[in-house]
Structure formats: C-alpha cells, structure tokens
RNA sequence: GCUCACAUAGCUCAGUCGGUAGAGCACUUCCUUGGUAAGGAAGAGGUCAUCGGUUCGAAUCCGAUUGUGAGCACCA
C-alpha cells in the first residue's frame, strides 16, 4: 500500500467513525431512534435514522457539539465478532428491525458464519470497519453537518422513508474549509441562478411546472447548439425529417410504451371523431414520450434494401414526459424537452460501426465545447430486478445479446465504463455519458442506445442480399441530450461566461462619451451585418458602469470607443475575464471576430 | 411521488412583542458626456403565494392547498 492509499484508507476511517460519533450524539438527543445505513460517502458521511423526534438544520449546532464532546472523550473502538446466531439476538435486544434485516440478507447472501460489531463508548453498531483507534484520533474541526434530508431504506421507494443527516469531513480544517468554499462558489453557477441573472430562460406556474420558456438570450444558445447539431449530422450522412408532437395510443400500445413507459407520458386525449361512413368514433391521441415511434413509420413507409443502411434520420424532436413532480428542477430536469434525437437503422453486423462512428462525433462535440469530465456508463436490464418485466422488454437472449455487442465495441474502444444494471432503456441497452457537473451531481447528458425491441413490433424489415426480409437493429442517440438539461450543464460548466460563438451577446460597443456614438453605432451596423450579435449599450451611463454592466451579464468581448479610437479607427477590446485590453484596427477585430466564431472557439483568436 | 425546509416589489433581502410594509439594484423622467466594476435627483412599483382558522386586529400564530429548494426514488 503506498502513501496516497494509506491516507485515503485513514480518511476513510475517520468518516466512518465519525458517522458512528454522529449516530451516538442522536442517540442521546433522540432516544428511541432507529438506525438505518450510516457509511462514508465521497466528501464526508451521512447517517440514516427513523428519528422518535424530527430534528432539524437548526438542531446542528447542538448536534456538533455533542459530537465533538464525543471526539473529546476518547473513546476507544472495539470490534467483535459474533457467531450469526448471536448477533441476531444482539440486533433484536437493541431493537434495531433495519439492521437486523439486513443481517439476515448478508448472512443469507454470503454465508456468513459471525458478524462484526463496532463499540465506542456506549454505541453499537453492527459495522464492517474498519475504524480509528480513538475518537480523539478525529480532528475536531474538520467535520461540519451538512443538511438533512429523507432518504427510502435500502434505496427502494416501496421501503419506509428515514431522515438522512449529512455531513463533510475532510483530514484537517484547511480542506474542510476548501471544500466548503468550493461549494458555495459553484452554488453561484447554478443554472437556475444563473438562467435569472442573464435573462436566459423563465418558468411560469400558468404554464405549467417543468415547462421553460426560452427567452430571447437562451433561445440564442438553443439555436447555435442546434445548428452546430445539425452541421455534425449533415457531415455524417444524416437526414433530418420533421414529425409531430402527438400520436394516436394504439401507437404507442404497439411500440411498448403503453406497457413500460405509461407513468412517464402525459394522460391521453379523448376525441370524437367522424369517420368516412358518418359514424362517430372515439380517437385517443397521446404526447409523445418519445420521437423513436415516428422515425420508425418513416422508415417503414416503403421498402427498405441493406444498400440503404444504415439509415440515419434525425430530429431535433420535441417531447413531453411526465416527471415525478419531486423530480422537476430548472433546465436539467424537465416536463417538455427539444431533444437532439436521431435513428440509425442498421444490420446486427453494422451496430459495432455505427456506435463507433456515433462515439467519435460525441468526441467531436466534446472537444468544440471543451468538455472532458466525464465517464461512461454502460446501462444494462437486470436480470435479478423483481420489477423487471414491467420495467423492460422481457427477452432475456436478446438482452444478453445486445449487451454483449455494446461490451464489446467499448473494449474495442479501449473505453473504460462502469457496468450499471438496471438502467437500461426499456427496449435495449445503451451507453450514457456521466457528466459530472460543477454543482457536484453526476448527469446523464448524452446516450446511445441499442433497441431490439420495438423495430420487430412495428414490422419493421429490410430486404437482405438473400432476398429475404430480416428486422433492423435502430440505435438511438442524442449527444446533445435535449436542449433543456444540456443547455443547464452549459450554463453551469461555463459559469455563464460563454465562449463567443455561444454567447448571446457576442459584442457591446461602448463608448467613452455620446459624442462618439456615430462611430460606436457604425461598429454595431458593420457586424450585425455579418450576422454577428452586436448590440450598443446606454450612452447615458458613465464608462465605469458601462463596463460593470457588460461584465455582470458576462458579455465575452467589449469594445471601448472614444477619441482616440474614432481617429484611428480602432477598437479597444476588452474580454471577459481579462484585465489587459487590447487596442487594434476595427478591421483586425472584425478579422479575428469572424474567425473566432467560425472556428467556434473557446478563446479568442487574434 | 416521499422527507424536511422555505414563499414579502422584476431581482436580492429587511420587517422586533400580532397594531394594514421598507432598503438596495433594476425600471421611468430629468440633470450629468464621464477612458475602464455602480455620477446625481425625482417618480412609479406590493391582495406580504392562495384559501381558511384564531384574534378587536394577522406579512407575523395555526391548518390546508399551490409553488420553490435540498435529498431520496425515478430519469435526457
């Protein structure tokens, strides 16, 4: 074991102990509370309780300082092992039902002849370890309770609810003190802090929750991911096709969505319609959840050969889903979404090629926006989920089949990934792209997808060099997510300060006085003339808030005119972020402007 | 959906013990034409989320509803 493990292993430890020091002082403010899971996570700890008493952010400081009383104490940890036997008296004599039923599933599980206790002081607890030696080991300062939150026992929302505590702890104040910090700063890259300060997007209760509108400076992002979108899917054989928001229910029923997906759509709707006869029929329509159902009629609308595939349609589709309302936030998580969407119909032998190609144009993508901290997560069906059959298609070879495809290429790839069960799509497995955000969560931004399912309930074929008809395989794959949540993760991986290209104010003139305003608007008229979005601000303001205003809406480039560069005719530039300004020919800044821009460019190239 | 918290002007927030609301920014008008992060003055702006209860009297106390936030569950 080198250094950096040992010190991992020891801060390890100390979290640990610490949940169990944070467990004993609720204990004691709260008798009768019952335990539930209490482990060291990647910043601190939590500890789960059925508290006999709710207890609250305002009982922190009095919750901390009986735990540092504890750490004070020195309390030493002692391990004991008990055969199974005793150890379930013991957990049925501490009246701990949560722990004992997960005793009896480990023991069941594993085997086990004996289980581990730890005690320090008068707390027990039936806990792996490893621990410190002594609570007076833990530093007292570097720990902070955190919030508290409810939490379903063993992540299963069909379990009791339990009220979580948590809290960081680090090895020494200093890094506490950082993380901290580190937090509340990317508090202050929130997108939906930010979406309000610049104006981005808005969320009206008269509309309806999880349904944004975009303004006109989010539209602005909107429009330039897209078109960006669209230029990567031209240049790899894409064809875009346009398809409606709604569908009849039969659809749907068909597809499979009806069996798996149902709480995820919006209620259906119910219309009288004459049929050709003179006959009322009822019709039900239905939002669609999903723009897979449509790109399958147009590909079933004639004969498909193998010499047309793989056939790439793609739509930058709208969809609606019913999300849990608990689920709902800002952008990231919404009820009505664009989504980057396209279908790739191919041959089971082309899927490897085609998930390749599709890899490389998401690290195209990536490396425009500057994006690498990410990981890849391999989302399989699970073969062991008891919900399994109304949570996927129940075709367990073609299960095993498809994820095998997929485990290969990514080894292919040299791609590392984290194997994930039970997060699959219904129809088949998909690889989805773990973004982690700046606010701290791990996102689901992009996926690509392998469905089996739905193009044979569809009937949908094409006609093999054998002459006879076989059924596609349809990749489904959205790299840039939907325009809602990957618009938040840019807002927030930016901190609102977009590179020129995205930004939706590329250029504010600003002149030093109103006498120069005729040059100023000049510069505005010349660029908004090559499409550049250029706009003059206030002339009634002084330079010094003309410029606070430029940079508080995170403006990527000012220009500064005044006398001197109405004589020259230059531009002063002053970019966001940068203290040095830089005084050149208009004409050099119109230069650099465009190909800024053009190269869509995370600086500015001179 | 679940647990907890919160809801006062467009935004950020004060509002003491229950006695019918205040600041800064933004906005409008006027003055100021100023070389790098807030020039000055005046004005307008509120059914204190909604509904109900307690009370002589509610922004304030209680309940319900709606919405928001954190977390869980679910997910692009």
């Not at 997108?191 to 944004?212: A, N, S, Y």
């Not at 969809?319 to 664009?338: P, T």
């Not at 008809?469 to 990749?475: G, R």
Request: proline residues 5%; aromatic residues 10%.
């Amino acid at each position: 074991m080198n250094a950096a493990d040992s010190s991992e292993d020891a801060l390890y430890r100390t979290r640990h102990s610490l949940a169990h020091v944070l467990a004993q002082a609720v204990l004691d403010m709260r008798p009768g509370t019952t335990l539930g899971f209490g482990p060291p996570i990647a910043d601190g700890f939590y500890y789960d309780f059925i508290l006999s008493e709710p207890i609250t952010e305002d009982d922190f400081p009095a919750l901390e300082q009986r735990m540092r009383r504890i750490l004070k104490k020195g309390q030493r940890f002692y391990r004991e092992d008990l055969p199974v036997a005793d150890a379930f008296a013991r957990l049925d004599e501490m009246h701990e039902p949560y722990k004992r039923e997960y005793a009896a599933e480990l023991v069941d599980k594993n085997s086990l002849p004996s289980l581990s206790f730890y005690r320090n002081g008068p707390f027990l607890d039936m806990c792996e370890g490893p621990h410190v030696d002594t609570t007076r080991d833990i530093p007292r300062d570097a720990f902070k309770l955190r919030s508290v939150a409810g939490a379903y026992w063993r992540g299963d929302a069909d379990n009791v609810m339990m009220t979580r505590i948590y809290a960081w702890a680090f090895a020494d104040k200093a890094s506490l003190d950082a993380a901290v910090s580190a937090y509340e700063l990317a508090q202050e890259r929130d997108h939906k802090k930010l979406g309000r300060e610049l104006d981005l997007f808005l969320i009206d209760d008269d509309v309806g929750r999880g349904l944004p509108l975009w303004l006109p400076h989010g539209t602005v992002i909107r429009d330039e991911l897209e078109k960006l979108a669209v230029e990567l899917e031209f240049k790899a054989g894409y064809e875009r096709v346009a398809t409606p928001h709604i569908a009849k229910a039969d659809l749907y029923d068909r597809t499979g969505h009806l069996a798996h997906y149902k709480d995820s759509m919006y209620p259906p709707m119910e219309v009288i319609e004459e049929s050709a006869d003179g006959e009322s029929v009822r019709e039900t329509y239905m939002l669609r959840p999903m723009n897979c159902p449509h790109h399958h009629k147009i590909y079933a609308s004639r004969l498909r050969s193998y010499r047309d595939l793989p056939l790439r349609l793609a739509e930058y589709g709208d969809v609606y889903r019913w999300e849990a309302s608990g689920a709902v936030s800002g952008l990231a998580r919404v009820r009505g979404m664009s989504m980057n969407d396209a279908h790739i119909y191919c041959t089971e032998d082309q899927v490897k090629d085609v998930f390749k190609e599709v890899i490389s144009q998401y690290d195209e993508a990536y490396r425009i926006l500057g994006l690498n901290d990410y990981g890849i997560r391999l989302s399989r069906w699970d073969p062991d989920d008891p919900k399994g059959r109304e949570k996927y298609v129940d075709a367990p070879e073609a299960w095993r089949r498809t994820e095998q495809i997929i485990a290969e290429l990514l080894a292919e790839m040299n791609i590392d990934y984290e194997d994930a069960p039970g997060e699959a799509a219904f129809y088949g497995p998909k690889i989805d792209v773990q973004f982690h955000t700046v606010t701290g969560r791990d996102e689901t931004v992009s996926t690509v997808q392998l469905d089996f399912a739905v193009p044979p309930r569809l009937g949908l074929t094409y006609v093999g060099p054998d002459g006879a008809e076989h059924t596609p395989y349809c990749v489904h794959r959205a790299p840039f997510s939907t325009h809602e949540r990957f618009t938040a993760f840019l807002i927030e991986h930016f901190g609102g300060a977009f590179p020129t290209w995205l930004a939706p104010v590329q250029v504010q003139v600003l002149t030093v006085s109103a006498q120069f305003g005729a040059y100023a608007r000049e510069i505005v008229d010349r660029l908004r003339g090559r499409f550049v979005r250029a706009e003059l601000a206030s002339e009634s303001d002084t330079v010094s808030k003309k410029v606070r205003d430029g940079t508080t809406r995170k403006i990527p480039n000012l220009l500064i005119v005044g006398e001197r560069e109405v004589a020259d005719r230059t531009v002063t530039l002053r970019r966001y972020g940068v203290k040095q300004q830089t005084t050149m020919p208009l004409d050099t800044f119109e230069a650099a402007l465009g190909k800024t821009i053009a190269m869509r460019s995370l600086t500015f190239e001179l």
